[in-house]
Structures are given as C-alpha cells and as structure tokens.
C-alpha cells in the first residue's frame, strides 16, 4: 500500500512538472515597451501576450511571410491576454506592435541528439516539431563554423529534422533561421548549438 502511494505521488509531481513546462511564456504589452522584450521557449513552446494598457494593440511579426506560416497578426484588446501562439521552428522571431515604437523577440534553439561525436558519426538536427509545408515557399538553413571560423551553410530542408556528418574534428558551432524562397526575408537565427566533433 505505501509503495502505491509513493508511485501516485511520483505520478503526480511528474504530470505537475509537464505541466509548468508545456505553460505558455507571457509577455507583457506596457505603454511603452514590451516586458520582457525577449523570451526563450524550445521548438512547440508557447507565448501569449498580455495588454496592459487601455487600448488595443496588434503585434505583428517583422518578417512578414511568417504570417502564413504560423506568426499571424495577434490584436489584443484593452486589459485582456492573447491566446497562446505555438512557435514550431528554431530560429529568432522579431515582432513590434503595429501602434506604437514597441519591438521584441521569441528565441527557439535548434537541438541535436549528440553533443559529442566521434569523426564519422552522424548526428541528427531537430528544426522544428512539424514540417514546413510543401504548399509554403519556405525552407530551414542551417549554418556551421569550425573553430571560429567562417560561417557556411550545411542544410537546406523544409523537413523537421536532418541529418549532418562532420567531416572534420574541431567545435562546431551550429545555428538555424528559417527562409522565405521568394523574397529572401528571414527569422532570425537561433541560438548558437555547440557541438564536439573528435
């Protein structure tokens, strides 16, 4: 009997601990800034916008082909909370307000299955929780550094995740953003990923 309470316990702060990881970020829509004007949420996070003020405010991403991608334009109204936006993609994802001189950011880190690999092995790169639809003329690039070097680009996909072999030892430093094929506009990159290659 105690050990099947001590498993409904564990049980319980297990589904609480998934709770307050799957919550929604806020950000706060002041007179006269966003608070806080950056949040990190991981790929399938969650934001939502609060409006402190009396009157409406619409926030809108700065890369605009990002709106029929999944950033469409949020209008909250006076004293009220947005619904909570999924962001599915690594990458920085700059907004404003369409009102006033407000501006801030959603950083989503890519991730890898392996931090340190053997020369020769293959790691696996997650981009995003979902694909990026073929009806979309979008794409994930990820870019790579040797050793502080120069940077170049090693994928190009609309998939969710790719594959990448090293083909030199060293730290690589990796970053993603994703990219609209026609205008060339961009996210933001994501935070840097460091990966040891020996």
Do not use: E
């Not at 800034?33 to 402190?52: D, I, L, Q, R």
């Not at 120069?150 to 994703?178: D, E, H, R, Y």
Request: overall charge positive; glycine content about 8%; aromatic content about 8%.
């Amino acid at each position: 009997m105690i050990r099947r309470a001590a498993l409904a316990a564990a049980f319980l702060v297990l589904i609480s601990a998934t709770g307050v990881l799957a919550a929604a970020k806020t950000i706060s829509i002041n007179a006269t800034s966003y608070s806080p004007t950056s949040v990190t949420v991981a790929m399938g996070g969650k934001v939502k916008w609060t409006n402190k003020t009396g009157k409406s405010h619409t926030v809108v991403s700065d890369a605009s082909f990002l709106s029929t991608l999944f950033f469409k334009n949020v209008t909250v109204k006076a004293h009220t909370t947005s619904a909570a936006m999924v962001f599915p993609y690594a990458g920085t994802f700059l907004f404003h307000d369409g009102n006033a001189n407000l501006h801030g950011n959603v950083t989503v880190p890519m991730t890898v299955d392996q931090t340190f690999l053997s020369l020769g092995d293959t790691a696996t790169l997650t981009l995003g929780t979902v694909p990026i639809p073929n009806t979309q003329p979008d794409y994930h690039i990820v870019a790579a550094s040797l050793n502080g070097g120069a940077w170049s680009n090693i994928v190009q996909t609309s998939a969710s995740t790719a594959t990448w072999k090293p083909f030199t030892a060293g730290t690589w430093t990796l970053k993603a953003c994703v990219i609209h094929a026609l205008s060339s506009g961009t996210s933001g990159w994501s935070p840097i990923l460091t990966v040891t290659v020996s």
